[in-house]
């Protein structure tokens, strides 16, 4: 408010209005009494914080996201930090892929067959 840019040798930018504004406010540090699981870190916002989850934790208190079986088809959920969600998926089968093991490759060759490219009967 009453803000004047240019052309005016006036240029005093100081508020015009302050309200609710006290000398000597201070913000405590709610992050040093450690607030948040270990799975997280600490962020200080004004007058309170907020818990940032690791990749491959989630929720309020950080649940360990394998936890919760993320991976299908009786897939193996394993802690994995270079993974941007922190978890990969190891399917129990070289038919599925994917990231959830959601994806299931179709036989090359009908069952008690074998080879490929050309399926061949088992003897």
């Known amino acids: ?26 913000n405590p540090n709610s992050c040093s009494s450690s607030p948040c699981p270990s799975q997280s870190k600490c962020a200080v916002s004004w007058n309170s914080h907020k818990c940032n989850c690791e990749a491959g934790y989630v929720g309020n208190s950080c649940f360990d996201v394998c936890h919760l079986n993320p991976c299908q088809s009786n897939s193996t959920c394993a802690k994995d930090r270079s993974k941007d969600h922190g978890y990969r998926c190891d399917c129990n089968s070289p038919l599925l892929s994917g990231k959830y093991c959601q994806k299931e490759v179709k036989q090359p060759c009908p069952a008690k067959w074998w080879g490929y490219p050309v399926c061949g009967p088992c003897q």
């Open 1 to 26: 408010e009453n803000v004047r840019i240019g052309g005016d040798s006036d240029n005093d930018l100081s508020p015009t209005l302050e309200h609710s504004v006290e000398s000597g406010c201070s």
